[in-house]
């Protein structure tokens, strides 16, 4: 597309204020490989423990093959990002403590469902994230509320026979 | 075949069948036309409302999201410069600009006509090439299936759009995954942390954090910033006549969609993108490409909405998806019972036949619907996005769920999500992902069902001319980006 006919979004003064997590690209693309990297090591580690030895391919081979390639292409791109380090693009987290604490708020809904039922749970977990998410009207939040409990009680329930907690 | 195709207008034709059609047209284009929910996404929300239904109008429905999802992507693409859908994005390179000339009707009708177009010329392909591909998979045994598998695998991983390298790490990351749980040949337990994940990570809660979640926490990082807004006032109205000196464009890139479709890991947008670039060579008016040519939109909606067809084609036949949304059609068909692959022809051609029937049926209503619902696609994409995103994690959540009735499946989702997103940000797309869980699972049993079958000699595999040219194809395939780049230097 030629430049300039983007249309920029309309941003409001509340966004532009919004906090902003930057750092270099190839550090988190570090991050990201290393812990891809210990993934397929645990795996390699643990296919070593049902490896069949009277079989060419046992119970242990895919996930060693699977878990090596993993360690071997993590090793890769760690090794191209330590090389462009210099030269990465930025990585941007736009309004990182809300990312978080939705991350958080979703991590709780199971365990929160099974403790005090899904009907609870929801009435205040939906408009809690709908502010996190960036809704800032208590309307607006109290009806994204209730269209979820609608919903979850005629459709899930009712009409799907899904018997909530 | 045709007694097949006409028993299944019976079956679709009941109130149930054009229910789930009607369902999935207007579900399709709200998913279409809203930008950052694709076809991937809006099945695999609406897979747990199938889970009590009968599994024809379930199958239609989901089948018409996926194709309606595409209609409408190019909507939002042309007049607000917003793609609903990633493949639609080749359509704003012309379409928008024919917008800001005032000529977002013509752009409109041109990109909804050659989608139909497009869009009928591969169904047609479908019911003659998925029949013949299934009728020859029939002679399938787990060696050839191995290497099939080997060659999806191999496909995914040099097409995918972006790093291949990162594409390939999620892949290799979905196939490792794949492996927890209890072996399908010896019944050891691979990686059990928990009891629940005895049969292997659930495929439907993965998919929905996958896709759905990890959505979500890219528009919460949006918060309530406010989506372009159209000042275009549109008259659009249903006629060939726009499409009519496009007519060789419009041809050739649905066939070229359908073929680019068919093949695993490439997708509409790939289709989308080499239409384009083709048409942009051989049209007399290349240079004009990308400044407002009509035949821009042509070549890209016609290709895009032709690769959907194509997607299904291996899906259907040999069990293997064309793309994530067919890997998440997967998810639907299973939780009916229902294994694609030859023996789906053999076993239950009404469930091909009814997908057919059904596209062709939805087709007109998609034209009609994106026509006459164009001021509403247009405000979809003003929603906010906080609304979209507590809706979309509120249904994600349910779903997950109602796929188990167990809490369990909402954790396994929300865990996908948040790898979904962490790995996005990496620009490490979560589809390679979605479809190493399809095809690693049928790889792995095939190969252990192979060599079981040839006393554990691999020359087994290698001795069958099938799965010995299939696995020559996927060297090859995973050789052609180091080939390429010799050439080119």
């Known amino acids: ?165 | 075949m045709i007694s097949s195709f006409l028993a299944s207008f019976d079956l679709v034709l009941t109130m149930n069948g054009l229910l789930g059609i009607v369902t999935g047209v207007v579900v399709g284009y709200l998913v279409g036309a809203m930008p950052g929910l694709t076809s991937s996404i809006g099945m695999a929300l609406l897979i747990p409302f199938t889970f009590e239904m009968d599994a024809i109008a379930a199958i239609v429905m989901l089948v018409t999201i996926y194709m309606a999802a595409d209609f409408a992507g190019a909507i939002p693409a042309i007049l607000v410069n917003a793609p609903g859908q990633p493949a639609a994005a080749v359509s704003a390179f012309d379409g928008f600009i024919m917008t800001q000339r005032g000529e977002a009707g013509k752009a409109l009708n041109i990109s909804i006509m050659s989608s139909f177009v497009g869009a009928l010329i591969s169904i047609v392909l479908l019911v003659f090439t998925a029949q013949a591909m299934a009728s020859a998979a029939l002679a399938f045994g787990p060696a050839e299936y191995f290497a099939l598998a080997v060659v999806g695998l191999s496909l995914i991983a040099v097409l995918s759009i972006g790093s291949a390298l990162k594409s390939l790490v999620a892949l290799v990351f979905g196939l490792t995954i794949v492996t927890i749980g209890i072996d399908p040949i010896s019944g050891t337990s691979r990686y059990l942390i928990s009891w629940a994940l005895i049969d292997g990570i659930p495929f439907l809660p993965a998919l929905i954090g996958l896709f759905a979640l990890s959505e979500v926490f890219l528009m919460i990082e949006q918060g309530n910033q406010k989506p372009p807004e159209t000042k275009a006032m549109v008259n659009s109205s249903i006629s060939l006549r726009n499409i009519w000196p496009y007519k060789r464009t419009i041809l050739r890139s649905s066939f070229l969609g359908y073929a680019v479709g068919v093949i695993p890991g490439a997708g509409a947008t790939i289709a989308s993108l080499i239409s384009y670039g083709v048409a942009k060579r051989l049209s007399p008016n290349g240079d004009s490409f990308g400044h407002g040519n009509p035949e821009g939109v042509a070549a890209s909606e016609s290709a895009n909405n032709a690769a959907v067809s194509g997607a299904l084609a291996p899906l259907l036949s040999l069990g293997v998806p064309g793309s994530a949304s067919a890997a998440v059609l997967i998810g639907g068909l299973t939780i009916h019972g229902l294994q694609p692959g030859p023996m789906l022809f053999a076993n239950n051609p009404e469930v091909p036949y009814s997908i057919f029937v059904a596209l062709l049926m939805g087709l007109p209503l998609m034209v009609i619907v994106g026509i006459i619902g164009v001021p509403l696609w247009v405000r979809l994409t003003q929603v906010p996005r906080p609304v979209v995103a507590s809706v979309v994690i509120s249904i994600a959540m349910l779903g997950a769920y109602a796929s188990a009735n167990n809490s369990f499946e909402m954790m396994v989702t929300a865990v996908f999500g948040v790898i979904g997103y962490l790995l996005r940000k990496a620009d490490i797309h979560p589809a390679p992902i979605v479809l190493a869980l399809v095809l690693g699972d049928m790889m792995e049993a095939n190969l252990r069902r192979a060599l079981i079958a040839g006393n554990e000699s691999v020359l087994y595999i290698l001795s069958k001319p099938i799965s010995a040219g299939l696995l020559f194809v996927a060297v090859l395939v995973l050789l052609s980006p180091l080939l390429s780049r010799k050439r080119a230097a």
């Open chain 1, 1 to 165: 597309v030629d430049d300039g006919v983007i249309p920029k979004p309309r941003q409001d003064s509340a966004v532009t204020r919004q906090a902003r997590l930057t750092f270099s690209g190839s550090i988190y693309d570090l991050i990201v490989f290393t812990s891809l990297a210990a993934v397929g090591c645990v795996f390699v580690y643990g296919a070593l423990e049902f490896s069949d030895e009277d079989k060419l391919v046992g119970a242990g081979t895919v996930p060693m093959i699977a878990g090596g390639l993993l360690v071997i292409l993590s090793v890769w791109g760690l090794a191209g990002a330590i090389v462009r380090r210099r030269d990465s693009s930025e990585f941007v987290v736009d309004r990182p403590f809300q990312v978080l604490f939705a991350m958080v708020l979703v991590l709780i809904f199971p365990p929160a469902m099974d403790l005090f039922g899904y009907y609870l749970t929801a009435l205040f977990w939906v408009p809690a994230f709908a502010w996190i998410a960036g809704a800032r009207s208590w309307i607006t939040c109290l009806l994204v509320g209730s269209a979820v409990l609608v919903l979850a009680k005629f459709v899930f329930e009712m009409l799907l026979g899904t018997p909530l907690p």
